[in-house]
């Protein structure tokens, strides 16, 4: 069974740092291509970043360029999203997705979700 | 503002045909590219529902159908239960490299 599972969220003062990590597991994860997609609070689903099966492609949305970086470790089957300069319009639930074949293909497989709540 | 266009809320009664519609542009949708719909239930992560335009992943029913046309794209769904009401999105992808997502469809049952 295909299985991705999320932590590392919580509380973050504006301007820190958070790293979510995606362990995933059921499939050949360095075969795959991940996203990372968000959801603020009452508001629908934005893509945040994508990353090749090698790490050779990467690219991320305009609001988290400079500040977000997407990587993966696929000996250890698992991929991170690190957030550094957090803005309160960073807080949501941050969904790791594996994309089920090329770079515009289909999201089939979620986390669960984990929210980051950027705040003073 | 979303890329993609999606009707903030829809509605229907049980056992009838509701349409969702998903309108882009020449750079995402009408560039080609595959529109994908995803279901999403109170509380719960996003789920899969259909891809490449019309294809259903196994498991879900064939009430669901998807259809694409020059910019736009619709999900239908017919015979419409109690269990159907949820958001629903569109996914695409735009030539200036990045996924694209509508803004979301709320589905009431009456």
């Known amino acids: 069974e295909v299985q991705l599972v999320q932590s590392g969220g919580g509380l973050v003062q504006p301007g820190g740092s958070l790293r979510l990590p995606c362990a995933a597991s059921?499939?050949?994860?360095?075969?795959?291509?991940m996203n990372w997609v968000r959801q603020a609070p009452g508001k629908g689903l934005e893509w945040v970043s994508y990353?090749?099966?090698?790490?050779?492609?990467?690219y991320y949305a305009d609001s988290v360029k400079g500040r977000f970086t997407i990587s993966r470790d696929n000996a250890k089957n698992s991929l991170y999203l690190q957030m550094n300069s957090l803005r309160a319009e960073d807080t949501a639930v941050y969904y790791c997705?594996?994309?089920?074949?090329?770079?515009?293909?289909?999201?089939?497989?979620w986390g669960q979700g984990t929210l980051v709540t950027v705040s003073s | 503002q979303s890329v993609l266009t999606q009707p903030p809320s829809v509605s229907g009664a049980p056992g009838q045909r509701v349409t969702i519609s998903c309108t882009g542009s020449?750079?995402?949708?009408?560039?080609?590219?595959?529109v994908h719909w995803y279901q999403q239930l109170p509380g719960t992560a996003p789920k899969l529902l259909i891809y490449?335009?019309?294809d259903r992943p196994s498991g879900v029913p064939d009430r669901f159908s998807g259809s694409k046309s020059g910019t736009s794209a619709s999900l239908a769904i017919t015979g419409l239960q109690a269990e159907d009401e949820a958001d629903y999105y569109c996914?695409?992808?735009?030539?200036?490299?990045?996924?694209?997502f509508g803004g979301g469809t709320k589905l009431t049952v009456l």
């Open positions: 490449d335009d019309t």
């Open positions: 990353i090749s099966s090698s790490s050779s492609t990467i």
């Open positions: 996914q695409s992808y735009d030539s200036s490299l990045r996924s694209v």
């Open positions: 059921g499939f050949s994860f360095s075969t795959y291509s």
């Open positions: 997705a594996r994309v089920r074949s090329g770079i515009a293909g289909e999201l089939d497989s």
């Open positions: 020449r750079s995402n949708i009408g560039a080609g590219y595959d």
